[in-house]
T-cell receptor, first 110, second 115 residues
Framework: SQQGEEDPQALSIQEGENATMNCSYK?????LQWYRQNSGRGLVHLIL?????REKHSGRLRVTLDTSKKSSSLLITASRAADTASYFC??????????FGIGTKLQVIP | ETGVTQTPRHLVMGMTNKKSLKCEQH?????MYWYKQSAKKPLELMFV???????ENNSVPSRFSPECPNSSHLFLHLHTLQPEDSALYLC??????????????FGEGSWLTVV
């Protein structure tokens, strides 16, 4: 069953702008992860944030987690055309139960 | 290169055929997964293996038959599939849950078309 739900489902921005994607989930989690998928390829892990963390950075990526609202956001700053991909949040409920959402399709226009 | 290799990358098969998808991981992980990705649907977890033992079968039809001969190899045997089984099948691996986070490493996927 689907746990994480990304919003928006599609996002189109100009190169250099920031892109924000949101994820909402329903049950308690151990951690939340964000993955990226280029068209027709496998998913690549971007960042993991634990349930006791509120914010995490990795390069141009910033992830926040609000466990009281059961939501997370992924911010990509100074976007590039190469950031064009689908982005998925994945919730880890433990016992290898990692559940993915439908994803946000990001298009960065050069 | 993610350390998880899937073959074939593309497969077209008839509904009466029998074929197999193969996955190999070079990461020293002891958990392996099969996921199904269809258009406009969430990624669906199909099977999980820990130390070669199946620990999750997510109500997958019996026309999909997994096999895990060792911690590095995973197969998905396919027989009498339906057109709606056409999808991208992703293999993945990870360390067994118990650490601070279960990062999953995916292969590039096998595109399956059932005609």
């Amino acid at each position: 069953s689907q746990q994480g739900e990304e919003d928006p489902q599609a996002l189109s921005i100009q190169e250099g702008e920031n892109a924000t994607m949101n994820c909402s989930y329903k049950t308690s989690i151990n951690n939340l992860q964000w993955y990226r998928q280029n068209s027709g390829r496998g998913l690549v892990h971007l960042i993991l944030i634990r349930s006791n963390e509120r914010e995490k950075h990795s390069g141009r990526l910033r992830v926040t987690l609000d466990t009281s609202k059961k939501s997370s956001s992924l911010l990509i700053t100074a976007s590039r055309a190469a950031d064009t991909a689908s982005y998925f949040c994945a919730t880890d409920e433990g016992y290898q139960k990692v559940t993915f959402g439908i994803g946000t399709k990001l298009q960065v226009i050069p | 290169e993610t350390g998880v290799t899937q073959t074939p990358r593309h497969l077209v098969m008839g509904m009466t055929n029998k074929k197999s998808l193969k996955c190999e991981q070079h990461l020293g992980h002891n958990a392996m997964y099969w996921y199904k990705q269809s258009a406009k649907k969430p990624l669906e977890l199909m099977f999980v293996y820990n130390f070669k033992e199946q620990t999750e079968n997510n109500s997958v039809p019996s026309r999909f038959s997994p096999e895990c001969p060792n911690s590095s190899h995973l197969f998905l045997h396919l027989h009498t599939l339906q057109p709606e089984d056409s999808a991208l099948y992703l293999c993945a691996s990870s360390h067994v849950q118990g650490g601070p986070g279960n990062t999953i490493y995916f292969g590039e996927g096998s595109w399956l078309t059932v005609v």
